[in-house]
């Protein structure tokens, strides 16, 4: 059975950073890369503030603090994870992106590593097709934020095989997640539920059901959810929403998938949501949410 000790993450945005922290958490080596070197080291530091929340909270001391971090080290360049005994990937949602990713990672992976792709709608059938063993390749969907959330989606591809998939419910199980297994059908179980609520609460503002502030509050405190669909995703990211909006839509093949107008206008305009300060709120440089 394979020991999984050292991980490669690939892609140094939120999501990430986030499973380069739980994973250095769980005592696992990460490599962390990004094709831009600055990104990656910048997203050590992002961690390394992350963790000292944690520590002014005393739910890590400070010598664990820098262990964890001396666990995460950033790289630029595909030649460093010959290392890694699993890869997760954490790039942009675009299929030309993945696919080049993977068709690199099986080159520069030992054979026996296991590639996850953290894809939040992108077939891992199709990922898997463009790598030298699909048997060995996952998905590994996790939620953001990542150091939070307790859910892990794990989706097996159609020739992923029952070790690789036992090999990833036990390394989530190591980063105190829950695992549901999902068929590898666009956007899995969450997002085929999540992306049609968000983009809803879209067409209710550019239709002028209510306010911004009006269907937040209203589908928070109506359906207790912990924050409404249009906050949500500001957190998650616009761009992010409406390239999984694209794929249910050109790949389900069903007009009610269609992403709302204002939803594309918003990502035209780059109010990609908290990470460039405006999304349907603004938000200060501490990522604070100062108006709708
Ligand atoms: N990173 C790390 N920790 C964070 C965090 C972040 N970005 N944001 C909040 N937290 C922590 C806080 O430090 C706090 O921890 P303690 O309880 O230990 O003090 C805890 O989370 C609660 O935070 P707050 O009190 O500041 O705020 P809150 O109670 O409103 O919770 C939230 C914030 C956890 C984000 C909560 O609003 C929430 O659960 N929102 C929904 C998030 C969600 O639905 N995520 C899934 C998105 S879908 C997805 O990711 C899949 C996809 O493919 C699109």
New binding site residues.
């Given amino acids: 059975m394979l020991e999984i000790k050292t991980i490669g993450v690939i892609g140094a945005g939120?999501?990430g950073r986030?499973i380069a922290?739980v994973a250095a958490q769980a005592g696992l080596e990460v490599l962390l890369l990004d094709a831009n070197a600055a990104l990656a080291d910048k997203a050590h530091e992002r961690i390394g503030r992350?963790l000292d929340?944690?520590v002014a909270?005393e739910?890590v001391s400070s010598s664990e603090r820098g262990e964890i971090l001396a666990r995460i080290h950033p790289k630029s360049d595909f030649a460093d994870l010959s290392p890694c005994d699993f890869v997760i990937e954490a790039a942009p949602?675009r299929e030309d992106i993945k696919l080049d990713i993977f068709t690199k990672l099986s080159k520069c992976t030992r054979d026996e590593a296991i590639l996850a792709s953290?894809t939040?709608?992108i077939s891992i059938t199709k990922i898997g097709a463009c790598t030298n063993r699909p048997e060995r390749v996952i998905g590994m969907?996790?939620?953001?934020?990542?150091?939070?959330?307790k859910?892990v989606e794990v989706v097996r591809g159609l020739p992923t095989s029952d070790a690789t998939y036992q090999a990833t419910v036990d390394l989530a199980h190591r980063f105190h997640k829950t695992t549901v297994a999902a068929r590898d059908i666009p956007g899995f179980i969450?997002?085929r539920v999540?992306?049609p609520l968000i983009n809803e609460a879209c067409f209710a503002l550019y239709e002028g059901l209510g306010t911004v502030e009006d269907i937040d509050v209203g589908v928070k405190l109506g359906l207790n959810?912990?924050?409404g669909p249009l906050?949500?995703s500001d957190?998650?990211?616009l761009d992010?929403?409406l390239a999984?909006a694209n794929v249910l839509h050109q790949e389900l093949g069903d007009d009610k998938y269609r992403p709302c107008p204002l939803l594309k206008q918003h990502v035209a305009a780059g109010w990609l949501g908290r990470k460039t300060g405006r999304g349907f709120y603004t938000y200060d440089a501490q990522?604070k949410k100062v108006q709708a």
């Fill in positions: 939120q999501m986030g922290q992350a929340r944690l909270k739910k949602e953290n939040s709608s969907h996790f939620m953001n934020p990542v150091p939070v959330m859910l969450v997002n999540l992306i959810h912990p924050m906050e949500l957190l998650i990211g992010t929403c999984i990522g």
